[in-house]
């Protein structure tokens, strides 16, 4: 899969590469090497980087380990990237003690649940690797960082907004997310929901749903609650797997252009339903580039350049330079919104 913008040259897509970062961004591929021994080149430091996304198979995934695979290579390191088939709150347990004991110097994690992982993390830690949780946060007290897409705050008001401007600011609508103890979903839901009751008093939220960040789970999800909410004017789903399962349904359906759907997708994945009509705009950041930073993030906890500390600040290659904020917390950026004027500048 590649990660190159298909009109690289134009100017019109300037503004676009500023709000995503997105320039520069290098084309390697995703399967990753051995995870063990000291890869640091020609110094005791060992940058084994292993990455651990909440399961394999999601194109998210693929784009944000593509990114950390190309910063470990940069770095001299050896990159690795293991994981579950699902998206279950404990099924990255043993992935976790394997990288333990083969002696790996950094751990990746996107968290399926905010407590289930913790011990084998902090014994992960405890037997010195650095850990970094990157798009969906463990507890504070079992990570070294936390590598942030966007504030949940801002990644909360692009969905709301979205969604209020598609259907006139009044009726019913449900959400569709991931699997039930996400942290990342969770929290933003939980934004959501403060923003509709402040912002937005015509709108009703009538029911959430998880549809596990599995295809097809996802779909039978999205029929269920238009067969159940026969007046919905909307979902919002914030997971890539859920939006782009949503859309694959309702383009087929009656539904299409009548119920609205916006949240967080790739472009790619979203492509076919906004051109032919089912989506109009929804939104998401740059998953190669939370990888690659999150990636040079754990290089400089392995290097001692940075021990997580707020203020820190570290080098993130063609990123720059980033600052360690509040709870051990580093900020990528802003969310960016699709629509049909903008989605074929991106390819991913
Ligand atoms: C899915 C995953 C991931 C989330 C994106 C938006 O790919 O749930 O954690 O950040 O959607």
Known sequence: MTFARKRVAAVAAMAVAAALALAGCADTGTSGG??????????????????????????YFDTSSKGGKAAVDELGGTFAE???????????????????????????????????ICDALNEARDAGVKVVTFDSDTNADCRDLFINQATSDGIAKAQVDLITEQIG?????AVLSASANATNQNTWIEKMKELLAADHPNVQLVEVVYGD?????????TAALLQSHPNLKGIISPTTVG???AA???????????????GLGTPNQMREYVKDGTVTAFALWNPEDLGYLAAYATAALIKGEITGKEGDTFEAGKLGSFTVGEDATVLLGDPYVFKADNIDDFDF
């Open 34 to 59: 051995g995870s063990t021994g000291d890869a640091g080149s020609g110094s005791s430091e060992n940058l084994a980087i292993t990455f651990l996304p909440k399961n394999l198979g999601n194109p």
């Open 248 to 262: 694959r349904y309702l383009s087929t359906s009656d539904y299409k252009g009548k119920v609205a759907l916006t």
């Open 243 to 245: 939006i782009a399962a």
């Open 82 to 116: 293991v994981g579950p088939a699902e998206a279950t709150p404990d099924a990255q347990v043993s992935y976790i003690n394997t990288a333990t004991q083969q002696g790996v110097g950094g751990l990746v994690v996107s968290a399926n649940d905010p407590k289930a």
């Open 169 to 173: 600011d009044s009726g019913e609508v």
């Open 213 to 221: 960040d599995d295809d097809q789970t996802s779909f039978d999800k």
